[in-house]
């Protein structure tokens, strides 16, 4: 397993000129979205499509299908992917350590147990239309309460081992509360909820893009605005304040961005494993840098570039059954961290 994993590692494309690498995973990005827009239980030809999009009222039918449930799922898988990405990297170098992300940490989990709070009691009675600003704003509250926990103890143990364990255990605390609300939630609420705990971008509207894009798009671009910043603090706290940067504010904007793109992606789309973590080391690996200015970019490209590929999978490997979007995620996601650490040898 692990010279397969390897091996993937090291075939993944290198690209030292990254306006190189960015044109060839945006073009690749964008066969993707066509793909997914044309491909499903109902077949579309290049033309039904682009005459569904040029002119939706003369293909009825494929305009319904496109415009209600094939484009909003492609720009969410795009849109999910590079904030899910852009968080795991934020987060390596906020802690300085290549085996964190946001599912591993718990910050997923912290979301979840929020967003389940929102979803299995009646504490949404009454706003029903402010459901996704309301799942947005508790899945960001559970995100950052339990990054908070996690970067007190990172501020007292140095071990890679401890901080893992660490948010293997919020992840644990958090799933124990999940579950107790589930047991004693009403039968109609749980089977939403358990759809949504699968982690899936179908079912999108365009009100929940709408913050997606809105929210996650302002706040990667205050994330690439911190690359110089982040670029020094991978050379350690000192370093950075001497070169002007304020380290504690600095350090909340980078827990504050990491957990609000997490939970933004988790409150709308699920619990999706694997891409916080994988993705900023395969970006790593395709523009051979730990340029930060060039990291995030390439993060978010990549980022939606596997999503966007998982979430085909995901739809068409059984179809008509649906697989569960995190268990097509862990299928690349895993060999690709395992090859990394191989190749590294991390020792954790």
Partial sequence: MSESA???????????RPMAGF??????????????????????????????????????????ILWKIRIPRAVAAVLGGASLAVSGLLLQVYFRNPIVGPFVLGISSGATVMVSLVMLTTLAVGMASLMPYLSTLAAFAGAYGVTLIVAAVASRVKSGVTLLIVGLMMGYLCGAVTAVLTALAEKEKI???????????????????GVLAVCGG????????????????????????????????FRVLVLLCACALAGLVTSVAGPVAFIGLAVPHMARLIFQTSDNRILIPGSCLVGALVTSLCDLIARMALSPVELPL??????????????FLCKRRVEM
Avoid: C
Wanted: a positive charge; proline letters at 6%; charged letters at 10%.
């Fill in 191 to 209: 089977k939403g909820f358990v759809l949504w705990q699968l982690g899936s971008f179908s079912g999108f509207k365009w009100s929940e893009i």
């Fill in 6 to 16: 390897h091996t993937l590692a090291l075939a993944l494309p290198s690209f030292r």
């Fill in 23 to 64: 044109s060839a995973l945006a073009v690749l990005t964008v066969v993707l979205v066509v793909a997914n827009v044309g491909i499903g239980s109902v077949p579309l030809s290049p033309s039904q499509v682009w005459q569904a999009v040029s002119d939706p009222k003369a293909a009825a039918t494929a305009g319904e």
């Fill in 326 to 339: 995190s268990a097509v995620t862990a299928f690349f996601g895993a060999p690709v961290v395992i090859g």
């Fill in 218 to 249: 302002l706040i990667l671009v205050g994330v690439y605005l911190l690359s110089k910043p982040l670029n020094a603090f991978l050379l350690g706290e000192n370093y950075a304040a001497s070169m002007g940067v304020p380290i504690r504010r």
